[in-house]
């Protein structure tokens, strides 16, 4: 299973983005989709979760209120939309699935899939 992120781009402060993340490869049914971000010289960090039946959503503190994530189980899609964004929030985004664990674990150790990454740069 690969996972496709695309939606990545370059937008000035105050502005908003999309991002998705589509499974290619064989059908498969995650229990939790996640975002997670990774400036230069930095580790990657927890961004967002969704539990892939229910829809129950986890944030890390610092995109409260300004990123939402989502999903689209007929399109087997995941949605990050970023809103407010910040010169902070520049970073590579990358998506993620587990198959099982908890929604509320951070880790990237804890994922078994992962995207390729979308870049997300936010001028000031």
């Known amino acids: 299973v690969q996972l496709q992120a695309s939606g990545g781009g370059l937008v000035q402060a105050g502005g908003s983005l999309r991002l998705s993340c589509a499974p290619s490869?064989?059908?498969?049914?995650?229990?939790?989709m996640g975002w997670f971000r990774q400036a230069p010289g930095k580790e990657r960090d927890f961004v967002a979760a969704?539990?892939?039946?229910?829809?129950?959503?986890y944030y890390t503190d610092s995109v409260k209120g300004r990123f939402t994530i989502s999903k689209d189980n007929a399109k087997n899609t995941v949605y990050l939309h970023l809103n407010s964004l910040k010169p902070e929030d520049t970073a590579v985004y990358y998506c993620a699935a587990k198959i099982s664990g908890w929604l509320d674990s951070p880790e990237p150790r804890d994922y078994d899939y992962w995207g390729q990454g979308t870049q997300v740069t936010v001028s000031s």
């Open positions: 490869g064989r059908t498969f049914s995650p229990y939790v």
């Open positions: 969704i539990t892939w039946g229910v829809g129950r959503t």
